[in-house]
Every structure is written in C-alpha cells, then in structure tokens.
C-alpha cells in the first residue's frame, strides 16, 4: 500500500519560512500528488493549493503571494515553499495524492506547522 510522506514542518518566527516535501513511498505512475491542505487547532481541514497535471497552480487567498507550490515530476514529489509566514498559517499540513483512474484521495499523516508572533 502506498503512503505518503510529508517532512519540512517545524517552529518558525513569524515572517521567516519554511519549505514542506511530501512525496509517496513507491512511484506510481497512477498516483498524482496534486496538494497542500491544513488543518488548524481546532478548524477543519482547508485547502492550501494545487497543481495540475499541466501545471496551472491555485492557491487560497490566505496565501497567495506568500506560498508556492511545485513539483518534481521525476521524483513524484510535491513542495510547498511558505514565505513571509504568520501566526494564523499554524496548522498541520497535509498533502494530498489522487488516482488517476478512480480520482481517490490518499492523504499523509501530516507535519506541522508552528509561527511564532
């Protein structure tokens, strides 16, 4: 069973940045990683941004400008670089894959995220 796997999390000042990885566990070619969600204390998830196959971009209003989403196509990995980073971005981050053929989601276990004011 695949799995993906989220790392660059961590406590950062507000203003500074961070940038998140997520890649799966095996490649497959069925398998596009495509987002960034988070969660923060106590709220639902809420989406962060995308990509597409194409690679148009879409992102939140919370965070555009401030945040970039990429990806590696060779090693099917996904990257969220978070500039100029504030207290509210506090959350726990997850990525999101989807299979091609069904459009399910697959989800990581998340990292989390902390700004200090």
């Known amino acids: 069973q695949v799995q993906l796997v989220e790392s660059g999390g961590g406590l950062v000042q507000a203003g500074g940045s961070l940038r998140l990885s997520c890649a799966p566990t095996?490649?497959?070619?069925?398998?596009?990683?495509v987002a960034w969600y988070r969660q923060p204390p106590g709220q639902e998830r809420e989406f962060v941004a995308n990509i597409s196959i194409g690679g148009d971009r879409k992102y939140a209003d919370s965070v555009k400008g401030r945040f970039t989403i990429s990806k590696d196509k060779a090693r099917k990995t996904l990257y969220l670089q978070m500039n100029s980073l504030k207290p509210e971005d506090t959350a726990v981050y997850f990525c999101?894959?989807?299979?091609?053929?069904?459009?399910?989601?697959?989800w990581g276990q998340g990292t989390q995220v902390t700004v200090s004011s």
């Open positions: 095996r490649s497959i070619a069925a398998l596009n990683v």
């Open positions: 999101n894959a989807k299979w091609r053929v069904t459009g399910s989601d697959v």
